[in-house]
């Protein structure tokens, strides 16, 4: 599942940090076993708008089993002479023959400026 789930594209309009924070619900089916081997999970990205190239790719954030509201937190340089760029939930992991549903998905992106 590499596209994403959710996305806020942007252009900073000075040099900083961005500070990324996702809630999400996250749900594994389509197996008789529950989650299957490979544990699903979620990954942000960061890409220049202007030729798609992935700026930052975040830590892989494993789904708790517990099936309640998950937090991803993280945070990346941006500089402003990339222009505008796309901050990205990607979905990530599960096996063949699972879909795995994200839904309740909030995306905030706050820039920091240096």
């Known amino acids: 599942m590499a596209n994403p789930i959710n996305s806020v594209s942007f252009t900073p309009d000075s040099d900083g940090t961005i500070i990324c924070?996702?809630?999400y619900s996250v749900q594994q089916v389509g197996t008789s076993a529950d989650w299957g081997s490979s544990d699903p999970g979620a990954v942000m990205v960061v890409t220049r708008n202007s030729d798609s190239a992935v700026l930052h790719t975040g830590p892989f954030q494993p789904c708790t089993r517990t099936r309640?509201?998950?937090?991803?937190?993280?945070?990346?340089?941006?500089?402003?002479?990339?222009?505008?760029?796309?901050v990205a939930l990607n979905g990530s992991g599960g096996i063949v023959g699972t879909s795995i549903n994200?839904?309740?998905?909030?995306?905030?992106?706050?820039?920091?400026?240096r």
């Open 21 to 23: 924070t996702s809630t």
């Open 68 to 86: 309640m509201s998950q937090t991803y937190r993280t945070s990346f340089s941006v500089a402003a002479s990339d222009g505008a760029i796309t």
């Open 102 to 113: 994200f839904w309740d998905i909030d995306l905030t992106v706050e820039l920091i400026k």
